[in-house]
């Protein structure tokens, strides 16, 4: 737009985990002044509140009884992004072992994914200036009309070896079959799975430093802008 504000952007980064989503969407969020959502903390804090509050998790059921409960809010700004659930913060409890190890059955579970979509849409809507959001589905599912679709990839063994560097003492080898059991869970449940959309770009991290990635991103929102 001429003499005006840019029109908020929407760029929607999906990928399995450790192929550097959440650390590539931040700063590409912060080098262009728009928000960050992290959905997958989102998953993380409602997965948080169901082993809190003694609820199966073996049981879908039980969780789509209780999936409407927990107040869950996320605040956008990239150098800070926060979580809450009921007011709680959660930010360190949703990284927990406990609950990664669970996430993606409670993930699974339609009415959960009903209810933190509904929420990740209207963040995504109500952001001024556009927002970086960063997931599983989100270029398939959640925002289909996204300005830019990005889904990230690298190989298992870069993954693992990235996830056991932040997970102190964590040996690769654990690391990476916890990794690819998450991975399959995640891609092979019947509702929005982990998939890439066909309209969006495939970025192989592998060989990449994470800077490159980040530079990367940021030329793809850059030629968007300026095509618009
Ligand atoms: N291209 C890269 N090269 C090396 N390390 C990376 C790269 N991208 C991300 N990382 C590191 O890997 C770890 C996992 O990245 P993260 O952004 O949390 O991935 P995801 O959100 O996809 O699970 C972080 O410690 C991050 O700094
Ligand atoms: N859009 C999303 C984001 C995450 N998730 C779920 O949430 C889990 C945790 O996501 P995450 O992004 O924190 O995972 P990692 O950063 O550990 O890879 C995933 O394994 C999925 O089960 C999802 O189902 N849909």
Redesign the pocket.
Known sequence: MENGAAKPVIVAID????????????AVAAQLGLSYL?T?AQYRAITWWMVTNGIDIEDPSAIAAVAGKPEIVSGTDPSGPTITVDGVDVAAPIRTQEVTSQVSAVSAVPEVRARITELQRSIATSAEHGIVV?GRDIGTTVLPDADLKIF?T?SPE??AA??S??LKGADVHSTREALLKRDAADSSRKTSPLAKADDAVEVD??E??????IECVVTLVEEKRAAQ
């Open positions: 990928g399995p985990s450790g192929t550097g989503k959440s650390s590539t969407s931040r992290d997958g960063e990230l690298a870069a993954r990235r996830r560097g932040e991290t592998t990449l430093t994470l800077q490159q990635v």
